[in-house]
């Protein structure tokens, strides 16, 4: 079993559709982060959370840390964000884990 | 400012061969660094990490190795290469204070034949 866990695997959206990513954690961790990998295979760091919310643009994160719950939140979707999103989260040792990510294609 | 080189960007080796992926950071110092797999259709997972010159953790029992022969630079190594090896690697970097933003290299595709 995957100690992060992300949902859906797989996500269809049409352009201008709210989109919404979980990811769900077994223990503690001292941060987590929400990556962006287009197909090319180059990864981007999109936020880096240890509590509550932040906002980029079109994008939200927040976390849940008593939840062990995070959510990734993409408003008025854009076929420029289809992508892997890939949740990590990074232990009070440096290690770091990743959920298996979710494949985003939004259609104009 | 920072940034992270990682290369080959794609290389073809035989079964068997041997394996050297370099990783480069510039503009930090003690950084935390981290080499990944990501195999065809799979997840990131992390291979190696060091948060000091000499300083390597083993996550994944395999024939690969790495090191860090200086503070700013992390290589990835094999002696023999299997076809399983094939894959996306990438080398990436941290703050070695706890919690820091992590960022990435360019990657590098390799296709064991």
């Known amino acids: 079993k995957n100690e992060v866990e992300q949902s859906p695997q797989n996500l269809t959206a049409q352009e201008g559709e709210f989109i919404t990513i979980n990811c769900s954690y077994s223990?503690?961790?001292?941060?987590l982060h929400w990556l962006q990998q287009h197909p090319g295979g180059g990864i981007v760091s999109l936020f880096m959370l240890s509590s509550g919310k932040k906002k980029h643009g079109r994008l939200i994160a927040t976390i849940n840390i008593q939840e062990k719950h995070s959510s990734l939140h993409i408003t008025a979707s854009h076929p420029r964000d289809s992508a892997v999103y890939i949740c990590a989260v990074l232990y009070n040792n440096n290690d770091m884990r990743f959920g298996a990510g979710t494949r985003l294609t939004v259609k104009p | 400012s920072q940034t992270i080189h990682q290369w080959p960007a794609t290389l073809v080796q035989p079964v068997g061969s041997p394996l050297s992926l370099e990783c480069t950071v510039e503009g930090t110092s003690n950084p935390n660094l981290y080499w990944y797999r990501q195999a065809a259709g799979r997840g990131l997972q992390l291979l190696f990490y060091?948060?000091?010159?000499?300083?390597i953790s083993s996550e994944v029992p395999q024939n690969l190795s790495a090191s860090r022969p200086q503070d700013r630079q992390f290589i990835l190594s094999s002696k023999k290469l299997l076809l399983s090896d094939s894959g996306f690697y990438l080398c990436a970097w941290s703050s070695g204070i706890t919690g820091n933003t992590i960022y990435f290299g360019e990657g590098s595709w390799l296709t064991v034949v």
């Open positions: 223990v503690g961790i001292s941060a």
């Open positions: 060091s948060v000091g010159i000499g300083q």
